[in-house]
């Protein structure tokens, strides 16, 4: 049981290339998010999927895409990166929307 | 946006200390409430819920304080591995189409020296 995994851990990139950040969990659970992480920012909300086939934005979606592709997954697509966009990104997953959360283990994004 | 406010610290105590750190919360409406943990470039995991009526877990006592909107985790005979940064955590509910999502504060540091 890994829990919730997340590729690849470090990337980095120059402004204006695209990426996709790949989540799944093998928790059975409904709900997944990605959030991202700056220092003395805490963590924020990018978007979320309360249950398969549902997407929702959250606090900070601009410059985001997701998509839900199944139960386990939920990829988060960068089309045109920009430097404010480095960042730690984690994925976290819930049995239910606004239940306790799991997370994975970071995607450190830098870009260029 | 809905805030949770906590002193970042970072507090600097030595093993065996009690150390307290506190959280307020902007939104009255709040239902639930916990404690993560996150190690220096790791990810937040749950430490401990927080239920009106207080609770512990081992040498951890969360309490709650609705009428204040003010939430504390007490640390009891502090040990080298509870370094890391503490995240307050407050559900809101209704947030946008949602259940309720979670709003995280910035975290309180916490460094236990021998």
């Known amino acids: 049981n890994a829990g919730v995994t997340q590729t690849p851990k470090f990337q980095v990139l120059k402004t204006g290339q695209s990426m996709t950040l790949q989540c799944a969990q093998d928790m059975n659970h409904n709900s997944m998010y990605w959030y991202r992480q700056d220092p003395g920012m805490g963590l924020r909300l990018i978007y979320y999927?309360?249950?398969?086939?549902?997407?929702d934005k959250g606090e900070v979606p601009n410059g985001y895409n997701v998509s839900r592709l199944n139960k386990r997954e939920f990829s988060l697509r960068l089309e045109s990166a920009a430097p404010s966009q480095t960042s730690v990104y984690f994925c976290a997953s819930s049995e239910v929307d606004g239940d306790t959360q799991y997370f994975g283990p970071g995607t450190r994004l830098t870009v260029l | 946006r809905k805030e949770v406010e906590q002193d970042p610290g970072p507090f600097n105590v030595p093993e065996g200390a009690t150390v307290a750190f506190n959280c307020t919360y902007s939104n009255s409406a709040s239902q639930s409430f916990f404690w993560y943990r996150q190690d220096c470039r790791k990810e937040p995991k749950l430490l401990m819920s927080v239920y009106s009526s207080g609770n512990e877990d081992g040498r951890f006592t969360a309490q709650l304080n609705r009428a204040s909107q003010y939430i504390s985790l007490l640390i009891r005979d502090s040990k080298l591995s509870d370094s890391a940064t503490y995240l307050c955590v407050v559900k809101e509910m209704n947030y946008g189409g949602s259940q309720g999502n979670l709003i995280f504060g910035k975290g309180t540091k916490l460094s236990v020296k021998p």
């Open positions: 999927s309360a249950s398969e086939g549902t997407t």
